[in-house]
């Protein structure tokens, strides 16, 4: 039997009960689970399970030729992780090792066996979209569901287990490949790093549609002290101390985000984050960066004082070949080098790192890069808000043009087009912070939908329209969620909006303790939705980085996983979003980045940073307490003041006028009934309206 494992931060170990999935023969392919309840077809019909011309097929053939072996055995089994060699979690597109065996883009693992068998193990909100995507070659099964196989278990329950199973260790982490070696080694499986297979396979690709994507050949450059508030030396010094103390003379830097960040470098070799493809090891004597040949532009060696670096020379950078990290590590004259262990977003040092160090020498910790670079200092909190300025008169340019537009031919996709081109109209703009996510319907009541060309809906003024987006600007990283409505919002839709706005204010106006753990702030977000027997499967909020990725550790809110109690700190910035789900029929996403911001008493307070209005015609005011009404409209003075004058300095007449219009004082239910002036202000609402309509169809944007 030969066996192939695709996998990205799925089970390893086997549940308390479990269905196994039905044996196959050596010569059966096993079917979709929607091919098999769809049309009834027996497996054997499937022509891409036995098709040697796919990558699939290739990857059979390849593990019995021991061209591709490198070795007098053949494979029984080959595993081939999602990731990259940094366990990113958005690989570029020439890593996506996963994509081009099975034509899945998205997380998950695969499971190939070379007689005919396949499955793919992915979360469950993808479940649906991978069973629709795949091919009949492929058993799609929910990875996130304690009843259904494991990858060990699916693997010892075929025939002829007993054999070697190859694996890239580059690409996963020490905890999952140690799992997975010894789970697999109860069965009677032996686990074997082989790192060049599948790169061999892709390299020689012949299809055009199918060949490697070619590698970034972007140079990195420094990132301004203005944005950065603090030179690489200092640090790479504060990291020294932060060794010294937990007893370690070296530690080796693996995460992309950590590079940047210590380096003061930026670079363009991943998709939504301003990185540079490199490893780092710090000692007590130099640094020593690995990255591919020509990276490193003529400024960046100069700063780094390359030049400098001699043979017996300290305090100075070398730079070496990017792939020979691995044998520097094994001939290490340290005596105790930290490897970065996982947390909650990233995924720590790879278990080919971790295997290149001598056992004796091996201290695995969290990496203290983390927590530095998580909270920032003042020219980062600048740029933060500058970037998030910037962001935010994308964004009110994007929805007064698509507020005009909204009952035209627009679908989910152009409307994603469309932000991402405006958002790309901003100085400072580098790149997207994330795919841009546009539910439209039936569609937002879906977590995380991805429109694709089968599910890409048409916009109606009928339902509730979700958009997740975010940028990256030399200053600063943002992310939003905005909820829209073209057309008038049912009593039902504008409950699940304004009980999400309620959650937003209950956070925005939270006092806590600063020893209070972030994960345990969660329920005071949740509140306003557990009161209508509502909930969210995702977490509520995770930090952010400056100009590096969307997603950071230390913080996650999430009051369900007890294992990361870290604390906020003044300084760092974090998202919150809060959702609504009704099923198959709308969806409401409203999500915020805060500054965390110093309350007198050893208190926390916090900050939003985003800057963007809510949209006025989805809030119910009676469902609003005073205390709420009061923090959306200082909430939306903010935006008039900061966000109006750049707008007008853009020249951007008519976008100002929309956002004065969606950001009107909003009375209490209760003050009005005692206002006699509220039918003017109600009438000077409609003119304010109308003239925004107009201007915005006249400009056509």
């Known amino acids: ?275 540079l493809k490199a490893f780092v090891i710090i000692s007590s004597k130099d640094v020593r960066v690995y990255a591919p040949p020509g990276k490193l532009s003529m400024p960046v060696r100069e700063i780094l004082s390359v030049y400098n670096c001699y043979t017996n020379s300290n305090n100075c950078t070398r730079v070496n070949e990017y792939t020979t990290i691995y044998s520097d590590l094994r001939r290490a004259t340290e005596s105790k080098i930290l490897i970065p262990t996982a947390g909650t977003f990233q995924r720590g040092a790879s278990a080919a790192i971790a295997q290149s160090v001598s056992q004796a020498k091996r201290l695995f910790q969290p990496s203290p890069i983390v927590y530095l670079k998580a909270q920032k200092n003042q020219a980062e909190i600048k740029g933060m808000r500058k970037a998030h300025l910037r962001d935010a008169v994308a964004m009110c340019t994007v929805m007064c043009y698509m507020e005009t537009m909204g009952k035209s031919s627009l679908y989910e996709k152009t409307v994603a087009m469309k932000v991402d081109l405006t958002r790309a109209t901003q100085a400072g703009y580098v790149s997207l912070s994330m795919q841009t996510r546009v539910a439209f319907g039936p569609n937002g009541a879906v977590p995380e939908y991805k429109a694709t060309n089968d599910t890409n809906r048409r916009i109606f003024t009928n339902s509730t329209l979700v958009i997740q987006s975010g940028g990256q600007y030399d200053e600063g990283t943002t992310t939003v969620t905005r909820t829209l409505h073209y057309g008038t919002p049912s009593r039902e839709e504008r409950k699940a909006y304004t009980s999400v706005l309620r959650s937003l204010a209950a956070f925005g106006t939270l006092l806590t303790p600063a020893t209070l753990p972030a994960a345990h702030t969660d329920p005071v977000v949740r509140a306003p939705l557990w009161s209508f027997k509502q909930d969210y499967i995702p977490p509520t909020g995770h930090g952010v980085g400056a100009a590096l990725n969307r997603r950071e550790d230390p913080v996650v809110i999430d009051y369900r996983q007890d294992t990361n109690l870290h604390t906020f700190r003044e300084g760092y910035f974090i998202t919150i979003e809060p959702a609504w789900y009704e099923n198959r029929k709308f969806g409401v996403k409203l999500g915020n980045v805060l500054e965390v911001v110093p309350r007198p008493s050893n208190y926390l307070g916090f900050r939003e940073a985003t800057l963007i209005p809510f949209e006025p015609k989805l809030i119910d005011k009676n469902l609003l307490t005073e205390y709420e009404i009061n923090w959306l409209n200082a909430y939306n003075d903010r935006i008039r003041q900061t966000v109006g004058p750049e707008l007008n300095i853009q020249g951007l007449t008519d976008v100002y006028y929309w956002m004065m219009n969606k950001t009107i004082k909003l009375e209490s239910p209760r003050a009005k009934k005692n206002n006699p002036n509220s039918a003017v202000s109600y009438k000077s609402l409609q003119i304010t309206t109308l003239i925004v309509t107009v201007n915005c169809i006249l400009n056509n944007y």
Not at 179 to 189: D, H, I, K, T, V
């Open 1 to 275: 039997m030969l066996l192939v494992l695709v996998s990205y931060g799925v089970r390893l170990s086997p549940p308390t009960t479990s269905t196994l999935a039905p044996t196959t023969s050596p010569t059966q392919a096993a079917p979709t689970i929607s091919q098999e309840l769809a049309t009834g077809l027996p497996p054997q019909i499937c022509a891409d399970a036995n098709s040697l011309t796919t990558p699939l097929g290739k990857l059979r053939t390849a593990m019995r030729n021991t061209s591709y072996t490198q070795m007098n055995a053949f494979f029984d089994a080959f595993l081939v992780f999602y990731s990259d060699e940094h366990l990113s979690e958005e690989p570029s597109p020439e890593e996506r090792r996963l994509e081009y065996i099975s034509g899945w883009e998205g997380v998950g693992t695969a499971a190939v066996l070379a007689d005919g068998g396949a499955a793919i193990w992915v979360p469950a909100g993808d479940v649906r979209r991978a069973r629709a995507l795949l091919s009949c070659a492929w058993l799609v099964i929910d990875g996130d569901d304690p009843s259904q196989p494991t990858i060990v278990e699916w693997i010892s329950e075929r025939p002829g287990r007993n054999g070697r199973i190859g694996g890239d260790a580059r690409l996963t982490s020490v905890g999952e490949w140690q799992m997975l070696s010894a789970n697999l080694q109860r069965e009677g499986l032996q686990l074997v790093h082989m790192p060049t297979l599948v790169d061999q396979l892709w390299n020689e690709e012949m299809d055009p549609m199918k060949r490697r994507p070619e590698f970034s050949r972007i140079v990195a450059n420094l990132h301004k002290m203005d944005y950065t508030g603090v030179t690489w030396r200092e640090k790479v010094w504060a990291v020294r101390n932060e060794l010294r103390s937990m007893a370690a003379d070296a530690m080796v830097v693996t995460a992309l985000d950590e590079v940047a960040w210590l380096l003061n470098i930026r670079g363009r070799d991943n998709p939504y984050a301003p990185l």
